[in-house]
Structures are given as structure tokens and as C-alpha cells.
């Protein structure tokens, strides 16, 4: 019984962990003109695809831009120019989605 019960646990577990979602590192904006070129470093999940969030104050709220992207950058365009904004990023694999990663921000032009 005990050995069940174990087994039961481990795997518990393991089924936990293997939906833990590792956010995308080192977030780096680029300013162009009214826009910036944005672009982060790879989960180190694999088989994801990624999101990207922006606000126009340090820590958030955030807003969803772009979604489901499979690449490693995105150009954000349309934004007026002389603006700060700040970006985040996220990973996503099926409906599990990672936190953000760290935050990058830049001045338009």
C-alpha cells in the first residue's frame, strides 16, 4: 500500500512538473521610428510558440500584442513617436503560458 501511494505522489508530481512553462530571457527593444524591434532569447521549453505584452508604465498592466509567434522577434509599429513603452514576453506550450519574462523598454522615434 505504501508503494502505491508513493507512486501515486510521483506521479502527481512529475505530471505537475511537465506543465511548467519556462519564460523566454533577456527581452531586448530596439527603438525605430514609431516603433521598436523586439526580441528575447529561447525558452528553454521546448515546442513553444511566444506572446508579447506591452504597457506604457513600468510593471503593467500589460497588454497582449501579438500572440502565438514562433520566432524569437517581432517588430511593434504604429506607435507614436517620443513615447516610452515597456515589453514583456511569455511562453506558451498548449494552455499553459509562463510567466513574463524580464521587462525592456524604449523611447520611439
Known amino acids: 500500500m505504501l508503494n502505491l501511494a508513493l507512486g501515486l505522489i510521483l506521479s502527481l508530481t512529475v505530471a505537475a512538473q511537465s506543465s511548467?512553462?519556462?519564460?523566454?530571457?533577456?527581452?531586448?527593444?530596439t527603438p525605430t521610428y514609431h516603433g521598436a524591434d523586439l526580441s528575447w532569447t529561447a525558452s528553454a521549453t521546448p515546442s513553444v510558440t511566444y506572446n508579447v505584452y506591452r504597457a506604457t508604465v513600468s510593471g503593467g498592466p500589460y497588454t497582449k500584442i501579438a500572440a502565438g509567434l514562433t520566432g524569437l522577434t517581432y517588430h511593434d509599429t504604429g506607435l507614436p513617436s517620443g513615447t516610452t513603452y515597456y515589453w514583456v514576453t511569455t511562453a506558451q506550450s498548449g494552455a499553459n503560458e509562463s510567466v513574463y519574462s524580464g521587462e525592456t523598454s524604449a523611447t520611439t522615434l
Not at 511548467?20 to 527593444?29: F, N, T
Open 20 to 29: 511548467v512553462v519556462l519564460s523566454p530571457v533577456q527581452a531586448r527593444a
